[in-house]
């Protein structure tokens, strides 16, 4: 194809996305625009599945029989976002296996927010919350983003995900409302969690490299500063519901912009995580690839054991 | 050996009297698996009554690059449709 | 309060329990993301079910007790499970043996607790019945794939067969209450179900060409909270809460 016929198409490319039409796998897509979802989606599917570690820490230590099996069920759900996320990469062509080789050898990003320790129950409550709010903010909008089964798997995510966050506020109620030793473990956990979950949101809109692209191709609908606004706007009042105080001394109602001012972000520490030093960057990556190497013998089984049966079954019919 | 499971395409019907319809993929490595993975996975919330599994290898698929020649001859024989006949207003239920 | 009864329900629960507790160390780290899942889906079976029965129970003891008192506030003695179920996930063909071999067993107690002239087991029995079916289903078709997959993974599920047989003749050995609430017709001897289990076992290990351990030296104690070592340690994960921060809410 000569660089005009593929202006013309990139071109005839946009306008579809413009005019709110979904893009299919098989449709001709610049090679810009499928590296960007591949990128993005399995970021976000390694995200998925690297989240399940930090909450399953609790699974066997949930202090009652209902926190058990709800947070079991959420972990579980990681996973199977993971999965839906995963899929709706394989459509570009590329592997699973192909995606999990960039995980475990460093080279995918996953969100920096999952390499904090969860070190008490509380962590469990607050990751629910905050974190998973911050990401609800980040990903109804994906719902209608121009790669089909991209919007596809974030709907089927997003209706999986509405009881998360419940699960966690719920948690923070119970321990707020509590025991004053229950209430300090809450409090000490959302000072833990409150800054690395504004970073989550992303670098500010200064720092961001891919925000103008992301916003045409609808990978994007607000920007990182505008999503953090929202997230501290809608999150303020419900720490203040249960009693609980945002661990930022500058955090003030700002009436003219109705929303509020909060201090600054330490985005050495975020750049320091994301580099690979946050306090469980290892231990999380050598979770991953050791479920994954202790399971290539049964994988290999399964694979040796279909290609018998379909043997005998060919045979059969001969 | 170095062989990885399959991928396959799940269509799931969510209530009798209603259609299968594509819920989305996964990876086994023969089709009983890819029944019960599909179970767990996209049955979690009670959204099924039935499963299909056909491993992705298997569809046929059309080229969009046809969509012209295949798709837009019919976008212009308004016949077919019922709104295409003009009936007078005291004819109800037509 | 019918203690027979009482003691009777807790050893279903403390089954469904222990496994599922098991179960749950292995969400995140499954061969793959879809085994994973599937597994969970068994936790969350098998914890379903273990709140039923304590519930039911916490009924009978009357007054604030709750299925979370039962499941978190006794000491290790006090826990009535089988050896089997507690054993750790020491590879994916221990988490499949393991399984398999409670499956069976789980399967055949459910079929007879059906019928039971108790309302409420026979109601959770007819409840339990179709997710243990499922649970069978999995466990015996990776038993198949990984008995005849390749060189590997046959003796992998062999050892681990092997090793975890020596618990299968403590499921049989009836506990008090279990003798005396197969006569009222509330429960079942399970000396009754032995035969029947391992003919089961035996048919499902052949097809998965894989040896029936010929060893007749079994252990037992688990039904008389006589525990493993792995037991201890599996608690003090699980109560953990509860003890560092005795009566509050969750």
């Not at chain 1, 670098?203 to 606004?229: C, I």
């Not at chain 3, 789980?106 to 409840?127: G, P, R, Y």
Request: net charge negative; glycine share 6%.
């Amino acid at each position: 194809m000569s660089e005009e016929q593929i202006k013309n198409l990139e071109a005839q490319f946009e306008a579809r996305i413009a005019r709110d039409e979904k893009i299919e796998p098989k449709d001709w897509m610049p090679e810009k625009y499928r590296q960007t979802h591949i990128r993005q989606m399995s970021q976000h599917a390694h995200s998925e599945i690297i989240g399940m570690l930090p909450e399953g820490n609790w699974i066997t230590r949930a202090p009652s029989l209902r926190r058990k099996v709800a947070l079991l069920a959420k972990v579980q759900d990681e996973g199977g976002h993971g999965l839906y996320l995963y899929s709706a990469c394989e459509t570009l062509g590329i592997s699973r296996e192909e995606l999990y080789e960039q995980l475990h050898t460093g080279k995918a990003k996953y969100s920096s927010i999952f390499n904090y320790p969860t070190i008490t129950w509380a962590d469990i409550g607050a990751i629910g919350w905050l974190v998973d709010g911050a990401a609800i903010i980040n990903q109804v909008p994906l719902c209608s983003t121009s790669f089909g089964p991209y919007a596809r798997a974030m709907v089927r995510v997003c209706k999986e995900e509405s009881f998360h966050q419940r699960q966690g506020f719920e948690i923070m109620l119970k321990l707020a409302e509590g025991d004053p030793k229950q209430k300090e473990m809450a409090q000490d956990a959302l000072n833990r969690w409150w800054w690395p979950a504004l970073m989550m949101l992303g670098p500010t809109d200064d720092k961001s490299v891919h925000t103008a692209q992301s916003m045409k191709w609808k990978l994007k609908r607000k920007t990182n500063d505008e999503l953090r606004q929202q997230f501290i706007d809608q999150t303020v009042p419900q720490a203040e519901l249960i009693g609980l105080t945002i661990p930022d001394p500058d955090l003030k109602w700002n009436e003219e912009k109705k929303g509020y001012d909060f201090g600054p972000i330490d985005w050495d520490e975020f750049w320091q995580v994301v580099k690979g030093h946050g306090p469980c960057n290892k231990q999380r990556l050598n979770a991953r690839v050791s479920a994954w190497e202790n399971g290539q013998w049964v994988r290999d089984a399964a694979m040796a054991h279909a290609e018998k049966q379909e043997l005998k079954s060919n045979n059969k019919a001969v | 050996m170095k062989k990885n499971w399959p991928l396959w395409e799940v269509f799931v019907r969510s209530k009798n009297g209603l259609e299968h319809r594509h819920f989305g993929s996964l990876h086994a490595a023969d089709a009983e698996m890819a029944l019960e993975n599909a179970r767990d996975v996209y049955t979690r919330r009670n959204e099924g009554v039935s499963i299909w599994v056909v491993e992705s290898k298997n569809i046929t698929a059309s080229n969009p690059e046809h969509n012209g020649e295949l798709f837009e001859p019919a976008q212009d024989k308004v016949y077919r449709h019922p709104t295409f006949y003009d009936l007078p207003d005291e004819v109800k239920h037509m | 309060m019918n203690t027979n009864l009482y003691n009777y329900i807790l050893g279903l629960a403390d089954n469904s329990l222990i496994l599922g507790q098991r179960l749950g160390e292995l969400c995140g780290h499954g061969p793959t993301l879809e085994t994973d899942i599937a597994l969970t889906n068994i936790a969350l079976d098998l914890l379903g079910q273990t709140r039923s029965y304590y519930q039911y129970a916490s009924s009978l003891k009357g007054e604030e007790y709750t299925e979370d008192d039962i499941a978190f506030l006794r000491t290790e003695r006090e826990y009535v499970n089988c050896l089997l179920v507690e054993q750790p996930n020491t590879d994916f063909a221990y988490t499949i043996a393991r399984q398999f071999l409670f499956d069976s067993y789980h399967l055949l107690v459910l079929t007879e607790l059906q019928k039971s002239t108790d309302l409420t087991i026979s109601a959770i029995a007819k409840k339990s019945i179709k997710e243990v079916n499922y649970h069978y289903r999995f466990s015996s078709d990776w038993l198949k794939r990984l008995g005849d997959g390749t060189e590997i993974s046959k003796e992998k599920m062999q050892e681990a067969i092997n090793s975890l047989w020596t618990y299968t003749n403590e499921l049989f050995l009836p506990t008090e209450a279990e003798l005396a609430i197969s006569e009222s017709g509330v429960g079942v001897n399970p000396e009754v179900l032995k035969a029947k289990y391992y003919d089961m076992v035996q048919n499902v290990l052949e097809e998965s060409c894989l040896e029936t351990p010929e060893s007749k030296w079994f252990q037992k104690g688990g039904k008389q909270g006589i525990h493993s070592e792995h037991m201890g340690y599996l608690l003090s994960d699980m109560q953990y809460m509860q003890r560092a921060y005795p009566n509050m809410k969750w």
